[in-house]
């Protein structure tokens, strides 16, 4: 089922440009996993265990934050101005330090952008933690009868709530007609916030705020427009663009339109696909396989029509689970070629899932990889494939149908982000 939000048409609206950013990723990650860590100051870093001298600080929480803890600062640094607490029972001004889990977050961004890319068509995913939807095709700038508030603010509700839902994390949206201030509109309520900033309402939220703030300016750029007295995007909007181009280049006329909260860029997905994948969650643990392969089914059935309508083939199909607490487990089969064909899906996904018949299961998921998009590659069945008389034989590989006594011999493939 579609996770989109029923609107009227209204094609002559401007775009509606969703930034979606993780609040304190990693931390967040970590205090999913374990909820004991809310409310503590947590760092998230590599270089803090003793004898280390060299380390940095990836993510440091809100409450870390308060005590000067940034990220990529020097873990020594970080130490100095939070100690690490020894113990449960001294926990005054002292934060917990973790380290890196990549494997974790990643698995968690993987869930985040699942929702990501069920409820819009268009999706750039710029890092583990950030990504741009172009929302025109699912909501609208229309205000909401009776209301003195637009569709597109209950569409980013709607991508909070989902996030929060399927991944257990907390997520900051900003909406706006462009990416650049969309992206502005994501970082000006955080943790956890939604501001939306509507056609014809840009340039007046820009003005007040530094110039730090407008898209591409960093420290020294803003260390040299102070110098030229321009300390506000609303400077920077009604400076001489002349100037500003004969300071910074052709760079100096978009820093003056993006201030103006001008910025004509699509948003565009970042190279093609590695890999469609579908997951759902069970409202409860369950230990009902008939009802695991069921709900698995139905997602093989979406991840080969979304494969299908990108004009993609695979050669890998794979089945993930999730068992309490979050035990991942992933299996995979490779074929003999690149295919299109959602009856294999589904009965690869399925075979493969026999090998967790009394497993209980939070989470189900189907993944193809191995994508090729040159329509000519694809292998046909009839070489291979004998089912319903069409012809051939399969090959009989380890690889191709493992048995049940033959566990582990299958292809073996993480999911990624």
């Known amino acids: 089922m579609s996770g989109r939000l029923p609107v009227a048409d ?8 969703v930034h979606v950013d993780m609040d304190c990723f990693y931390a967040s ?6 909820p004991a860590l809310v409310g503590d100051p947590v760092v998230i ?31 020594s640094q970080a130490l100095d101005l939070l100690p690490r607490r020894a113990t449960a029972d001294d926990p005054t001004d002292t934060g917990v330090y973790l380290p890196v889990d990549m494997e974790f977050y990643q698995s968690v961004a993987t869930e985040v952008k699942s929702v990501l890319h069920d409820l819009a068509e268009t999706v750039r995913e710029v890092s583990i933690d950030e990504a741009y939807l172009d929302a025109s095709d699912c909501t609208s700038w229309a205000r909401v009868e009776g209301e003195d508030r637009r569709l597109a603010e209950g569409f980013a509700r709607h991508v909070k709530t989902r996030i929060a839902r399927k991944a257990g994390v907390r997520a900051s949206v900003g909406v706006a007609p462009n990416m650049s201030a969309a992206k502005i509109a994501s970082d000006y309520d955080k943790p956890d916030g939604i501001v939306v900033v509507p056609p014809g309402e840009i340039s007046d939220f820009l003005a007040p705020l530094p110039v730090e703030a407008v898209h591409g300016v960093g420290p020294v750029t803003a260390s040299t427009l102070s110098e030229m007295g321009i300390e506000t995007a609303g400077d920077v909007a009604t400076a001489d663009p002349s100037t500003l181009r004969e300071r910074f280049g052709e760079r100096g006329r978009e820093l003056y339109d993006r201030a103006q909260g001008v910025d004509d860029r699509e948003v565009t997905p970042r190279g093609r696909p590695k890999s ?3 997951e759902s969650a069970f409202a409860e643990t369950t230990d009902d396989h008939d009802r695991v392969q069921e709900r698995a089914s139905r997602l093989a059935a979406d991840v080969a029509k979304r494969a299908r309508s ?7 199909i794979g089945v993930k689970i999730v068992e309490p607490p979050f035990e991942v487990s992933t299996r995979a089969r490779s074929l003999p070629g690149p295919v299109d064909d959602l009856d294999l899906v589904r009965e690869t996904a399925l075979d493969l899932l026999s090998e967790f018949v009394d497993a209980r299961v939070r ?24 089912r319903d008389g069409r012809g051939g034989e399969r090959p009989n590989t ?7 006594t033959r566990r582990g011999q299958a292809s073996l493939e993480e999911f990624d982000g």
């Open 10 to 17: 209204d094609s002559d609206d401007p775009r509606v440009v």
């Open 29 to 34: 990650c970590e205090r999913r996993r374990d």
């Open 45 to 75: 870093g590599m270089g803090y265990e003793a004898g280390d001298t060299i380390g940095a600080v990836a993510t440091a929480s809100y409450e870390a934050r308060a005590y000067g803890v940034e990220s990529a600062m020097p873990i």
């Open 276 to 278: 469609f994948s579908r």
């Open 310 to 316: 990108k004009g993609a083939l695979y050669r890998t």
């Open 363 to 386: 989470k189900v998921g189907v993944r193809l990889s191995k994508l090729s998009f040159a329509a000519g590659e694809q292998a046909s069945l009839d070489g291979w494939d004998n």
């Open 398 to 404: 380890s690889e191709d149908r493992p048995s049940r």
